[in-house]
């Protein structure tokens, strides 16, 4: 079994800055792709960034691309989404996920790619 834990989330007034990292425990000796995802109140979740397993590939939905990076340390089994230049419209519930038995350079969008997620934590924008 495979245990996602998220951490880092909170308040920050328009214009900071915060680090989301997700820590994987358990099943963790396998390529894994990873991605984060964010749920809005009252909207669907919807994808954020993407990663390889090798970190050669990343992918970003239009709306974060150029303030948030997505990166891994694989000796740690950790993934971090880095997120600058915050909006209020960025203000969610963030969750990151994994599937695991990958080829490196692979990474999905979708929800469906994915096998394990974790909790989630929360990122509240002010304006």
């Known amino acids: 079994q495979v245990q996602l834990v998220e951490s880092g989330g909170g308040l920050v007034q328009a214009g900071g800055s915060l680090r989301l990292s997700c820590a994987a425990s358990?099943?963790?000796?396998?390529?894994?792709?990873m991605g984060w995802f964010r749920q809005a109140p009252g909207k669907e979740r919807e994808f954020v960034a993407a990663i390889s397993w090798s970190g050669g590939s990343t992918y970003y939905a239009d709306s974060v691309k150029g303030r948030f990076t997505i990166s891994r340390d694989n000796a740690k089994n950790t993934v971090y989404l880095q997120m600058n230049s915050l909006k209020p419209e960025d203000t969610a519930v963030y969750y990151c996920?994994?599937?695991?038995?990958?080829?490196?350079?692979?990474?999905?969008?979708?929800?469906?790619?994915?096998?394990?997620w974790g909790q989630g934590t929360q990122v509240t924008v002010s304006s």
């Open positions: 358990g099943r963790t000796f396998s390529s894994n792709a």
């Open positions: 996920a994994a599937r695991f038995g990958v080829h490196s350079d692979s990474y999905y969008t979708g929800e469906a790619g994915y096998d394990y």
